[in-house]
């Protein structure tokens, strides 16, 4: 190759590399499968979280589920809707993740319905099943309103 001591001479039909398009098409393709990775990966991370919340969720339906049954019985929990703190406060004991707030109802020894929260995450129970809901569930809940009567008509616009 090397002639007298000077530099091979390159031959253009003999190229090692790659042009900067060839490069750039790559970088393209490899950025596209990475955005896709990407998202994959943080659905699933949300699905297992909504997972967790429901689970999470279950074991405290079933913990009060049991502590109503039990307390027919005893008659620690009636019937009716119970605050997550007041349920704590009657001496419910749960492993695991315990709801931040919400509220339940108990109707002839079970939770028929409810709205648990866990930080940002809600799961509702409706008809005594537990499902991941995204948005807050205790939105629908307003407490009543006393007026005062002052002796004429008074209307009200509710939205």
């Known amino acids: ?68 049954s039990t307390s027919r019985i005893t008659g620690q929990y009636e019937d009716g809707e119970y605050e997550v703190s007041d349920i704590f406060d009657l001496g419910l004991s749960i492993s695991g993740t315990k709801p931040d707030d919400g509220f339940i109802t108990i109707s002839e ?24 809901i995204k948005e807050d569930c205790t939105l629908g809940i307003v407490e009543p309103t006393t007026f005062a009567y002052k002796g004429s008509e008074e209307t009200y616009n509710v939205t």
């Open 109 to 132: 020894g079970i939770v028929t319905k409810g709205c648990l929260i866990y930080e940002s995450d809600f799961a509702i129970i409706e008809d005594s099943k537990v499902s991941y």
């Open 1 to 68: 190759m090397y002639s007298k001591g000077r530099w091979p001479i390159m031959n253009k039909k003999n190229k090692n590399g790659f042009t900067l398009v060839e490069l750039m098409a790559v970088i393209v393709i490899l950025a596209i499968i990475v955005l896709l990775a990407f998202n994959k990966i943080k659905n699933s991370i949300k699905k297992s979280s909504e997972n967790a919340v429901v689970a999470n969720a279950n074991v405290f339906v079933k913990a009060v589920n049991d502590a109503a």
